[in-house]
């Protein structure tokens, strides 16, 4: 039975990312669930309420312009024909921005309710990682490649025993493509998956002196690398402000009406677009982590969400905040390191 209708009373409050209070009391920050609505956010970070209403310009009167003031306009136009071609740049990008901003729908959410989303998820998770075991970027790259429609947990039961023979792009690729397909027979397409490690092992090392790539670009051209790969990637490994949308990711935005989308992408731009500054480097796994263990696919565990109150999913059915209590770093603890294999950065 979903309950809408959670408006809590209290007034809501400001996001203090990294704020370390451990509970929250029953109603607090409240008031973002009784949101005004949000139309056309104007940016990240930005007022976006401020779009809704625009002053209204009143229009003259017509039918009775003198003739000095026709010629005045006409005057005008031509001047503003004549500067429109030095203008044409900057006007297209103004429409685009326009259309994309017209094209997003509105969210029930203040800028103050998603921050408060934001700041709760941080409390709770201070330290996010992803659940892939890997030992260096390398590993990391090769399991999010193989992590595709499968789970965290299976990835890393095949993983284990392959990283522990190939941890470094050139140790990979003289293992071999029928070496690493028997080593990861227990994930859903195999063979491709094997394939595609083999060849972005060689490329990396013949490529890349035997690294990963940090640019968006470069990381995309390697075989089994989409956007979705490459933001993983460059979130988890170098810390860069993306966020991959996987299918917790998508669900959350459009459950929850945060970040609407139909695709990826829209999802994905949906929520760079309202993510508070400084929160914006471990959003990619707080969601991932709160659609995998807490709103989940069948039935969200509302219950135990601790933005209960703030949420304005229709099927939501409990509107009271669990206690926001820290919780553990998930995986608990690095991974050994195989003979000669360094983390990332060290
Ligand atoms: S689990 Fe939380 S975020 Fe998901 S629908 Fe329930 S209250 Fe909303």
Redesign the pocket.
């Known amino acids: 039975m979903a309950d809408s209708d959670a408006s809590p009373k209290a007034p809501a409050r400001k996001a203090k990312p990294g704020a370390t209070k451990t509970r929250v009391a029953e109603g607090a920050s409240a008031e973002g669930a009784a949101a005004k609505t949000v139309r056309k956010p104007a940016g990240r970070g930005a007022d976006i309420s401020a779009g809704a209403g625009a002053p209204k310009t009143r229009t003259p009167k017509t039918g009775s312009v003198s003739i000095k003031a026709t010629k005045t306009s006409i005057a005008k136009t031509r001047a503003s024909k004549a500067a429109a071609p030095a203008k044409a740049g900057a006007g297209v990008a103004v429409a685009t921005r326009r259309k994309a901003e017209a094209a997003q729908p509105p969210i029930p959410y203040s800028p103050d309710a998603i921050a408060e989303i934001f700041r709760r998820f941080a409390v709770q998770r201070p330290h996010p990682t992803s659940e892939l075991e890997h030992v260096n970027t390398f590993t990391l790259l090769v399991a999010v490649v193989l992590s595709a429609q499968m789970t965290d947990a299976g990835v890393n039961r095949a993983t284990r025993g392959l990283f522990a023979r190939a941890s470094t792009p050139q140790a990979m690729a003289a293992l071999g493509e029928d070496e690493i397909r028997q080593a990861i027979k227990t994930i859903g397409f195999f063979r491709t998956k094997a394939k595609n490690v083999q060849r972005l092992s060689e490329m990396l090392r013949d490529e890349h002196g035997g690294e990963v790539p940090r640019s968006r670009e470069a990381l995309e051209k390697l075989p089994g690398v989409g956007r979705k790969t490459a933001n993983v990637i460059m979130n988890t490994a170098f810390g860069e402000e993306t966020l991959a949308v996987d299918t917790h990711i998508l669900r959350i935005g459009n459950?929850?009406k945060i970040a609407p989308g139909k695709t990826p992408e829209a999802v994905e731009e949906g929520f760079l677009r309202i993510i508070p500054e400084g929160f914006l480097r471990h959003a990619h796994h707080w969601l991932i982590l709160h659609g995998r263990f807490?709103?989940k696919a069948r039935k969200?565990?509302?219950e135990h969400?601790i933005?209960?109150d703030l949420?304005q999913?229709d099927?939501?059915w409990c509107d009271q905040p669990a206690p926001l209590i820290a919780l553990p770093d998930a995986p608990p603890g690095p991974q050994p390191l195989p003979p000669g294999a360094t983390r990332p950065g060290g």
Do not use: F, S
Request: glycine share 0%; aromatic share 0%.
């Open positions: 459950r929850i807490v709103c969200p565990d509302c969400c933005i209960a949420c999913a099927e939501k």
